[in-house]
């Protein structure tokens, strides 16, 4: 099993950037896709960017195209995602998911979950 812990969020004026980390516990983490939410007030929880267990592979939602970027260390059993240009509808709680060997934008595909990290842009 894996545990997940995510952090490094805050608040941050328009424009500007923050780098959220998921932090896993357990030693099979490199076995893991992960995958990046984000869920606003009274929306549905939404998909913001994956990756495969290896890194090699990335998915991105259209919304964050081009100014988000997913990495991962597995030798620090994290992962991170790198979000510049930010804007006001970015505003959400951010939470990081895996499961083994698959990775997809799709909620119901993930089986572990973190308890989220909040990211708050300023117009």
């Known amino acids: 099993q894996v545990q997940l812990v995510e952090s490094g969020g805050g608040l941050v004026q328009a424009g500007g950037s923050l780098t959220l980390s998921c932090a896993a516990s357990?030693?099979?983490?490199?076995?893991?896709?992960v995958g990046w939410f984000r869920q606003a007030p009274g929306k549905e929880r939404e998909f913001v960017a994956a990756?495969?267990?290896?890194?090699?592979?990335?998915l991105y939602a259209d919304a964050v195209k081009g100014r988000f970027t997913i990495s991962r260390d597995n030798a620090k059993n994290t992962v991170y995602l790198r979000m510049n240009s930010l804007k006001y509808e970015d505003t959400a709680l951010y939470y990081c998911a895996a499961q083994i060997y698959h990775y997809s934008a799709y909620v119901r595909d993930y089986g572990h979950w973190g308890q989220g990290t909040q990211v708050t842009v300023s117009s």
């Open positions: 990756i495969t267990w290896s890194g090699g592979t990335t």
């Open positions: 357990g030693r099979t983490f490199s076995s893991y896709g």
